[in-house]
Structures are given as structure tokens and as C-alpha cells.
């Protein structure tokens, strides 16, 4: 994974990690080097209700 991570970066995208669950995920995403994550374990879904 690092390395996609550093391939995608060098073409200026901004990478997500979607689907976190657990602080465990969390914690290898970061150590991948990405910094945008979602998930379940970072907020609960909310409503449609803008």
C-alpha cells in the first residue's frame, strides 16, 4: 500500500480512506501516509437532513 500511496501522491491526488472501523485502521492508513479518512468509527452516519 505505501507504495500506490506514493505513486498517487506524486500525481497531486488526494487519496480517501473509506470504511474505517477501528482505531487499528485507522492507525495504518496514517502510517501509509494518507490523511483523509471516513468511516464509521470516526463519525456515525447522519441523516439526509441538510
Known amino acids: 500500500m505505501p507504495g500506490l500511496v506514493e505513486m498517487f501522491k ?6 480517501v480512506a473509506e470504511g474505517i472501523e477501528t482505531q487499528n485502521q ?5 502510517a501509509a501516509g494518507i490523511t483523509h ?8 452516519p447522519g441523516t439526509a437532513d441538510y
Do not use: P
Open 10 to 15: 506524486t500525481m497531486a491526488f488526494e487519496i
Open 37 to 44: 479518512a471516513q468511516g464509521y468509527f470516526l463519525e456515525k
Open 26 to 30: 485507522l492507525d495504518l492508513v496514517r
